[in-house]
């Protein structure tokens, strides 16, 4: 492949990837995701200024000093989120149950993994239920409760919801009786509009998606997507 079809080709993927980058905000590290999402809120920052240095040229020779640059500054993120697990791999979030839910936390969500391209961390738990449930929808008559549609809840330390994630399970098509213990796991997703918020993170709610819950977190999560935006 030729160098001068190469460049626009590459220049054209990292535009792509600073233009899906908002404008990141500085995150404490003292919450149980320690200096993670500050990580990707510096990452993201790096992006946002890049973007617009890279929308204001077209010099083949910026646009790969440009490449160059983020190429850096992506695998110093990935060293230095690998160097950060440690610190905080198997720390508990404290987590609740939504009251309207047949459930009970058996063992609470811990940190298990941290991934640098998809800037998500990993939970693991597991769920126990104080009632007859199923796992996926019945498209019989049933009285077994339903958890097709569990997410978590997550929110700060000044008790404001602001993102929410599913909740994926080990669970069978057949109902289980109460005292059932299911494995859980779940993802915090850390964005350039969410980080600051994600440095203060408290707890997580397990809920259903489309309960209260579940709505108020939507609408704040909206609202931070919308001022980021605005930020721009």
């Known amino acids: 492949m030729k160098k001068s079809f190469f460049i626009p080709v590459l220049g054209f993927a990292v535009a792509t990837m600073f233009i899906s980058c908002g404008g990141g905000s500085k995150a404490s590290s003292s919450g149980p995701l320690g200096e993670i999402p500050g990580l990707i809120g510096e990452f993201e920052n790096l992006s946002n200024k890049k973007k617009e ?8 020779k910026v646009v790969e000093k440009l490449m160059n640059e ?4 992506e695998g110093k993120l990935k060293t230095d989120i690998e160097a950060a697990l440690p610190t905080i791999k198997g720390k508990e979030i404290t987590t609740e149950i939504d009251p309207a839910l047949p459930l009970k936390v ?4 811990k940190i298990e993994a941290a991934e640098a391209t998809r800037k998500w ?30 997410y978590a809840v997550f929110y700060d330390n000044d008790g404001k919801s602001f993102a ?19 494995p859980a796991e779940t993802y915090i997703r850390i964005k350039a509009y969410n980080a600051a918020s994600m440095g203060k993170l408290s707890k997580l709610i397990i ?18 997507k919308s001022s980021s935006e605005k930020e721009k």
């Open 207 to 224: 809920t259903l998606k489309d309960s209260e819950i579940y709505k108020q977190a939507k609408a704040a999560e909206d609202a931070l």
């Open 121 to 150: 961390i990993k939970l693991t738990g597991e769920l126990e239920l104080t009632a007859k449930a199923i796992g996926f929808h019945s498209y019989q008559p049933t009285d077994a409760f339903e958890l097709d549609k569990l």
């Open 70 to 73: 983020m190429k850096e500054a």
């Open 53 to 60: 240095e890279l929308k204001n040229t077209k010099d083949l």
């Open 164 to 182: 929410s994630d599913g909740i994926l399970k080990d669970m069978s098509s057949e109902a289980m009786p109460a005292g059932s213990k299911v």
């Open 106 to 109: 058996s063992k609470p969500m």
